[in-house]
């Protein structure tokens, strides 16, 4: 297919980022993404070329350098949507460091809208999270559902932006703005190229099964079993993240429609525990994960998961990859890539 | 009484601000004012002066600036409180400009969060406001009422704000922070020297009654005459803004307890109509202020006072001047300077 212009794509070098730009690329659109590479590395998107055989023009920029911005903006006239996935996303570091947070994801976030405005460029894709919905008053949770509960900086500065994105809408029918709230993305291309590469140790289950079944991590800690869930542990709904970035295609077309404001759940609306999640590693892995239980922790929920049924009306998207494609395509992207895309290892 | 050191006020030059720089000093305190002038002119510091015989370090610094926020702190090294005011406060244009807004009252505070962690400032006293609670879910409104139901991006950055100091104070003890929700400031200083000077058209109802008494203005406009009140038309808690300042004198001394983050509502407790301050302000005026109805506007609620208790436990602190006390100041000021603090005029 062609496209109308290019797809800049902030934090283009991260988990969600490069498997987006892989679909765009197989969908023939044309990227250049930008990452201030402070959570992610260059590595990944030299894998991107093995897997598309495409050069992606990246760039070393912060989104708080609205000069360094411009600079792209300026090289590159024929941008016409940006794919907003840049931010920092460690829950606990958001606890501890707000400020920090609230600059470098809402402050961030201003200044790419500005620069956007002066460059005339009005189609935006955003990176959110179901966690704007804070803790769920039904399920399966659907965007009708009341956002804004959230109870720790990472999910205010989502919530934030969002409300921002929203106002601007509002204010000013030029501007088009996806708003796409993800569950639990998990799993990698199916390649083994690409995956999850957390810094440090991971804040999500799925990479810290994997690095269990890898050697990196002797067991897995699970946060509570006493929940009122079918195994007694928590419920999330987990969602391939190749679905997901299939996700963002489709949010695309429905952008060049010129749809204002609009709002969709990228889920499987589907939920799993943890045990389930974890028995379900072992078999696509073949390895043993052993666990030990461990109380709740604070400002976790017994489950979450969304209805995705409004993205498949509109959007035509629907995620179709199961549980054991998840496992085996983490599997594939850890057993390659033990110590992620750094040869050299970390903890 | 003695201070343990200066008190910068950012806004010192606008309505709220000037009447608490006056109170400040009059209380011993030393003072120092940060504006950007977009609002509010330096002749209202020199009124300061005729009424308080103190002159008031004044820099006309705009919040965005970081460099010239920091040479204000390298100059005066006793600043232990920030007292600010700073913020773009018009309704209407926030929906026109949302982000414009956003960077100037979100990012402005971020921006002066950072500054004063660098200098090791940890105090704060925001004006906030009860515009943060959204439509009332009960009356009156206390401090344990849902807050974040805004509908436009004014009231949702005072919101963000009081999000973001919330969480520093929960991230680092260091932090005090007292958000003194306000809810409708009027009047002026007893001298008739400072008093609220609205650029424009006034978007709040008591400027615009005494425009219309002084002749700036043909007949006020009374929106709703369908409201579920005593006379059908609007209620709201006036609160002197004289009494509104003290409020701060008040809060700061709570901030030197080192008190974390605290709310307090300042408000008198009392609703009065659109009716009853038009009356009010007639009698105190001996002029007569003609009106018409039109529709409801858009977002107004039919009632909205508060619960100003805990302020007066846990500051000591009550509004005392009552409505005829408001209307007879907001006079003196309005006759005294017919077009505001600028003798040229305009409309």
Same mark, same amino acid.
């Given at each position: 297919?062609?496209?109308?212009?290019?797809?800049?794509?902030?934090?283009?070098?991260?988990?969600?980022?490069?498997?987006?730009?892989?679909?765009?690329?197989? %969908?023939?659109? @044309?990227?250049?993404?930008?990452?201030?590479?402070?959570?992610?590395?260059?590595?990944?998107?030299?894998?991107?070329?093995?897997?598309?055989?495409?050069?992606?023009?990246?760039?070393?920029?912060?989104?708080?350098?609205?000069?360094?911005?411009?600079?792209?903006?300026?090289?590159?006239?024929?941008?016409?949507?940006?794919?907003?996935?840049?931010?920092?996303?460690?829950?606990?570091? %958001?606890?501890?460091?707000?400020?920090?947070?609230?600059?470098?994801?809402?402050?961030?976030?201003?200044?790419?809208?500005?620069?956007? /405005?002066?460059?005339?460029?009005?189609?935006?894709?955003?990176?959110?999270?179901?966690?704007?919905?804070?803790?769920?008053?039904?399920?399966?949770?659907?965007?009708?559902?009341?956002?804004?509960?959230?109870?720790?900086?990472?999910?205010?500065?989502?919530?934030?932006?969002?409300?921002?994105?929203?106002?601007?809408?509002?204010?000013?029918?030029?501007?088009?703005?996806?708003?796409?709230?993800?569950?639990?993305?998990?799993?990698?291309?199916?390649?083994?190229?690409?995956?999850?590469?957390? /810094?440090?140790?991971?804040?999500?289950?799925?990479?810290?099964?994997?690095?269990?079944?890898?050697?990196?991590?002797?067991?897995?800690?699970?946060?509570?079993?006493?929940? @009122?869930?079918? @195994?007694?542990?928590?419920?999330? @709904?987990?969602?391939?993240?190749?679905?997901?970035?299939?996700?963002?295609?489709?949010?695309?077309?429905?952008?060049?429609?010129?749809?204002?404001?609009?709002?969709?759940?990228?889920?499987?609306?589907?939920?799993?525990?943890?045990?389930?999640?974890?028995?379900?590693?072992?078999?696509?892995?073949?390895?043993?994960?052993?666990?030990?239980?461990?109380?709740?922790?604070?400002?976790?929920?017994?489950?979450?998961?969304?209805?995705?049924?409004?993205?498949?009306?509109?959007?035509?998207?629907?995620?179709?990859?199961?549980?054991?494609?998840?496992?085996?395509?983490?599997?594939?992207?850890?057993?390659?890539?033990?110590?992620?895309?750094?040869?050299?290892?970390?903890?």
């Amino acid at each position: 297919m062609t496209s109308s212009g290019s797809i800049l794509v902030t934090g283009g070098a991260g988990y969600v980022g490069t498997h987006t730009v892989v679909e765009l690329l197989d %969908s023939g659109y @044309d990227v250049i993404v930008m990452d201030n590479l402070a959570n992610a590395s260059m590595e990944s998107l030299k894998r991107v070329k093995e897997i598309t055989g495409k050069d992606v023009p990246a760039f070393s920029v912060d989104l708080l350098d609205k000069g360094a911005m411009r600079n792209i903006f300026n090289k590159h006239k024929d941008i016409f949507c940006v794919m907003h996935f840049a931010g920092l996303k460690a829950v606990g570091e %958001s606890c501890e460091k707000p400020l920090y947070y609230y600059r470098n994801n809402v402050g961030g976030t201003m200044s790419l809208l500005e620069v956007m /405005q002066e460059f005339g460029i009005y189609n935006m894709i955003f990176s959110s999270s179901a966690t704007v919905y804070g803790a769920p008053s039904y399920l399966p949770i659907d965007e009708k559902h009341p956002v804004g509960g959230c109870t720790n900086p990472y999910g205010k500065s989502k919530y934030f932006i969002e409300e921002i994105l929203r106002d601007l809408c509002n204010a000013d029918s030029k501007w088009n703005v996806i708003l796409l709230r993800y569950f639990n993305p998990v799993g990698a291309h199916a390649s083994g190229k690409i995956g999850e590469d957390p /810094q440090g140790v991971p804040n999500n289950l799925m990479p810290y099964i994997s690095q269990v079944a890898v050697g990196r991590r002797n067991e897995l800690t699970v946060y509570g079993n006493d929940y @009122d869930t079918p @195994d007694k542990t928590g419920v999330r @709904d987990y969602i391939h993240v190749v679905d997901l970035a299939q996700g963002h295609v489709a949010a695309l077309k429905k952008l060049t429609e010129g749809c204002g404001c609009k709002v969709y759940n990228l889920g499987t609306g589907t939920g799993y525990s943890v045990l389930e999640m974890a028995k379900a590693f072992e078999k696509a892995s073949g390895k043993s994960i052993p666990f030990k239980f461990a109380d709740r922790r604070p400002g976790d929920i017994a489950s979450c998961y969304g209805d995705a049924t409004l993205a498949a009306k509109e959007l035509g998207w629907k995620a179709k990859l199961d549980l054991s494609k998840m496992c085996e395509d983490l599997w594939r992207w850890q057993s390659m890539n033990p110590t992620g895309f750094n040869k050299e290892g970390s903890s």
